[in-house]
T-cell receptor, first 114, second 114 residues
Framework: NAGVMQNPRHLVRRRGQEARLRCSPM?????VYWYRQLPEEGLKFMVY????????ESGMPKERFSAEFPKEGPSILRIQQVVRGDSAAYFC????????????FGSGTQLSVL | AQTVTQSQPEMSVQEAETVTLSCTYD???????LFWYKQPPSRQMILVIR??????QNATENRFSVNFQKAAKSFSLKISDSQLGDAAMYFC???????????FGTGTRLQVTL
């Protein structure tokens, strides 16, 4: 009964490269949420997805960031042309339904941009 | 705007003693849930306790309990009989019934000393 799985755990990229962060929700969960945690701060909501649909992307930067949750496979958070300010921990959470007071979090991906 | 304020960046408690972490929030909604999450150095976000706003009774989970003051919009966490394993960052968060995202505070770093 695996929890929310995120990989990689650590990702190092040079400025201008692309970063792909993967999240496999808990078994049976079809709702996925991405949060970002900057150093010494709390988590900030980025995007909420259901299978094949983006429900709420109000926290996503307008450029360079995109997210998907295909019918098959993990959810992907993609950051193009990374900059140093993108360095952060990115967390994925999943829930069984849209009542997300029962969220389960992954261990996060630490992105470091050199 | 919905906000969460944790006014104590750091707290320290002796093993076996009791400590209270404070949290205030602001929302115009009447239907919401409140949470305390623990984040140890492993970075995993662990749900400690949750409270439904419509419930007057304070939630309790073993050594963890909350003091929920709805009128004052206050949601403090009490840790009794503190243990070394309680040392971590603690985040207060809430979600409203109409929203799809958790709003987090900036966290309180708890140290537990011998």
């Amino acid at each position: 009964n695996a929890g929310v799985m995120q990989n990689p755990r650590h990702l190092v990229r040079r400025r201008g490269q692309e970063a792909r962060l993967r999240c496999s929700p808990m078994k049976g969960h079809s709702h996925v949420y991405w949060y970002r945690q900057l150093p010494e701060e709390g988590l900030k909501f980025m995007v909420y997805l259901q299978k094949e649909n983006i429900i709420d992307e109000s926290g996503m930067p307008k450029e360079r960031f995109s997210a998907e949750f295909p019918k098959e496979g993990p959810s992907i958070l993609r950051i193009q042309q990374v900059v140093r300010g993108d360095s952060a921990a990115y967390f994925c959470a999943s829930s069984y339904d849209s009542y997300n007071e029962k969220l389960f979090f992954g261990s996060g991906t630490q992105l470091s941009v050199l | 705007a919905q906000t969460v304020t944790q006014s104590q960046p750091e707290m320290s408690v002796q093993e076996a003693e009791t400590v209270t972490l404070s949290c205030t929030y602001d929302t115009s909604e009447s239907d919401y849930y409140l949470f305390w999450y623990k984040q140890p150095p492993s970075r995993q976000m662990i749900l400690v306790i949750r409270q439904e706003a419509y419930k007057q009774q304070n939630a309790t989970e073993n050594r963890f309990s909350v003091n929920f003051q709805k009128a004052a919009k206050s949601f403090s966490l009490k840790i009794s009989d503190s243990q070394l394993g309680d040392a971590a960052m603690y985040f207060c968060a809430f979600i409203t019934g109409t929203a799809s995202k958790l709003t987090f505070g900036t966290g309180t770093r708890l140290q537990v000393t011998l």
